[in-house]
């Protein structure tokens, strides 16, 4: 695991501990990488809506019904084929 320095004023240093001490982290290491994973599940959660704005914004909309999803599967294994006999051997 990589070690990570920061310096804080203490003022943040006395906000870390409270926090540590009224949410029950066991050390400073633990608290901040909480805060990492938490930003990091944000970023995700920022980049799967941007996406899914992008898609929706992308065109017409296709209604998805059992022989979409059929047409789908059909296109996605034609396409799974190809690029496997493209691989050399």
């Given at each position: 695991?990589?070690?990570?320095?920061?310096?804080l004023p203490d003022s943040l240093?006395?906000?870390v501990e409270?926090?540590?001490?009224?949410?029950?982290?066991?050390n400073v290491s633990e608290y901040f990488r909480s805060?990492?994973?938490?930003?990091?599940?944000?970023?995700?959660?920022?980049?799967l809506e941007a996406?899914?704005?992008e898609g929706l914004a992308s065109g017409e909309a296709v209604e998805a019904t059992p022989?979409?999803?059929?047409?789908?599967k059909k296109e996605a294994a034609?396409?799974?084929?190809?690029?496997r006999e493209k691989k050399p051997r």
């Open positions: 695991m990589a070690t990570v320095t920061i310096s240093k006395a906000f409270s926090q540590m001490a009224s949410k029950g982290y066991g805060l990492v994973r938490e930003a990091q599940v944000r970023e995700n959660e920022a980049r996406l899914l704005l022989e979409f999803w059929s047409d789908l034609q396409l799974l084929s190809a690029q």
